[in-house]
């Protein structure tokens, strides 16, 4: 049932934005409980970690086949089954008690990462083009305020209440959220109808765990071992199955000629490194906040004080995401993703000469999400502009995909970092401060080559002009997103 309401565009965004904020939490949910996790599940500490492996491998399966499903099937219908799903995952893990009913749990909250994609597409369809770009950055916003606020919140209710009390929280406004969607927002009109590909899911699946896992796991199993190299091999054999695939199939499940037209291919590239550096922030902050000062950079800070410190990052992104909006509504996708990156990487090389305070550490995390929230305003925006409508969700979930790619490159890089650049503080080894500098210097790279990709982007929607194709002018508006910066009556 559905009250058929109109919403104003603030409720609409709103309903949208806590969803997306639900599946950033996820991905911080657990990390307080880490080093606790072993004790409470009998479980030894590697197979704990696959409670933080799980959510991403599923995250990033559901993500392209749920956003495909949802321009097919109905985008308001594939958002409350992936919220379902999430809750029941919640559920679970509060109920199980033990190691496998956790595991399952975590997984099942991975679903809700393609969230994110198809509410994008949802305030496509549903608000005006004045408040379009505001929603997209509140939108994209939640993706580094969750990760920055899920750890102090995580940490508060974990000490308060109890480890399940983290699981029965997300599964509460879980609860909220799909009577809330049930009732208040209507199904989209926009349709792409045909048969949904099957094995391009399932190759897809294939490469992307397999590379994920080769990844996340590559620290822990060495990066020589066989099963890493066997993992990539696979990823990359599936890979060269899937694309011909792809290109073949009259119903792809990525349409890769929309993916590689010139403004996506380059949008969804620079997205991959802004990703690599917002991941690389939240790192090596918390790495300069608590490792002890013997190691010559460490500030020493308790888990609790250094959680609060994390908070002003999370709170800047949320804070700067109408700044973003008006920067996308006056200048354009192109400019504004250029800004933000390049706000990231001088930031970053403002950090390799000052992180010897606390205030320097939060100032540096800070402006390091000021940029993060700006690009990633501009992404989604930019990609819109280039695919067709009936694409939208499907698109924006490839664009979201890169950004967890580039997030699990960096997660992998540091950690390669860390390990191989150490000090030993009391019989305990720590990166070194020639672990943080090279890292800091990682994202003045990483955001470099953003910008450098980013320039190449055209200025308009398409790589190439076409002439105005006669339209209704409120249709031509409708069409129009807010990276879109061609002429009124250009059709996607």
């Not at 004080?305 to 200048?331: D, E, I, K, Q, Y």
Request: glycine share 10%; net charge positive.
């Amino acid at each position: 049932m559905t009250l058929n309401l109109r919403l104003p565009a603030w409720a609409t965004t709103g309903i949208l934005t806590l969803c997306g904020m639900v599946v950033s939490l996820q991905q911080t949910l657990v990390i307080p409980l880490l080093p606790d996790l072993p004790r409470i599940l009998g479980v030894s500490s590697d197979d704990a970690s696959w409670l933080v492996t799980a959510t991403l491998l599923t995250g990033a399966v559901a993500t392209p086949i749920v956003s495909r499903m949802a321009d097919m099937y109905g985008k308001r219908r594939m958002l409350l089954i992936s919220l379902a799903v999430l809750t029941s995952g919640s559920l679970i893990a509060a109920l199980g008690g033990s190691f496998v009913p956790m595991l399952v749990g975590r997984a099942m909250q991975g679903f809700g990462a393609s969230l994110i994609p198809v509410g994008m597409s949802i305030m496509r369809d549903e608000l005006p083009r004045e408040k379009l770009s505001g929603g997209i950055a509140l939108m994209s916003a939640t993706l580094g305020i969750g990760a920055a606020l899920g750890l102090p919140l995580s940490g508060v209710l974990y000490s308060a209440f109890g480890w399940t009390s983290l699981f029965w929280s997300a599964a509460a406004v879980g609860a909220v959220l799909l009577v809330t969607i049930r009732l208040l927002i209507n199904e989209s009109p926009q349709r792409t109808p045909g048969r949904f590909d099957v094995v391009g899911a399932l190759v897809l699946s294939v490469v992307l765990v397999g590379l994920l896992l080769a990844l996340s796991k590559g620290a822990s199993w060495g990066w020589t071992s066989g099963r890493v190299l066997g993992l990539t091999a696979l990823s990359l054999a599936a890979l060269l199955v899937w694309v011909p695939h792809q290109l073949r199939t009259r119903e792809p499940m990525v349409n890769l000629r929309t993916a590689f037209r010139r403004p996506v291919l380059l949008t969804n590239l620079s997205s991959y490194f802004v990703g690599f550096g917002m991941f690389l922030n939240g790192l090596v902050t918390t790495q300069e906040l608590q490792v002890p000062t013997d190691t010559g950079y460490g500030l020493a800070l308790p888990v609790a004080v250094a959680g609060l410190a994390m908070v002003p990052g999370g709170l800047m992104m949320l804070v700067f995401s109408p700044v973003a909006s008006r920067m996308l509504n006056r200048w354009g996708g192109k400019p504004t993703l250029i800004t933000g990156a390049t706000i990231m990487g001088l930031t970053y090389l403002w950090r390799v000469f000052n992180s010897d305070t606390v205030l320097e550490v939060i100032l540096g995390n800070m402006f390091v999400s000021v940029g993060t929230a700006t690009a990633f305003a501009a992404m989604p925006a930019l990609v819109m502009a280039s695919a067709p409508r009936s694409e939208t969700a499907s698109a924006n979930g490839l664009n979201t995909l890169v950004r967890s790619l580039g997030t699990s490159s960096g997660s992998a890089v540091v950690a390669l970092v860390f390990a191989s650049l150490t000090v030993d503080v009391n019989g305990t080894v720590f990166p070194s401060a020639r672990a943080m500098d090279l890292s800091h210097w990682l994202g003045v790279a990483a955001c470099l080559v953003s910008v450098l990709v980013g320039t190449l982007i055209p200025a308009r929607g398409h790589g190439r002009k076409r002439a105005p194709a006669p339209a209704e002018p409120a249709e031509a508006e409708t069409d129009r997103t807010p990276g879109d910066e061609r002429p009124a009556g250009v059709r996607p």
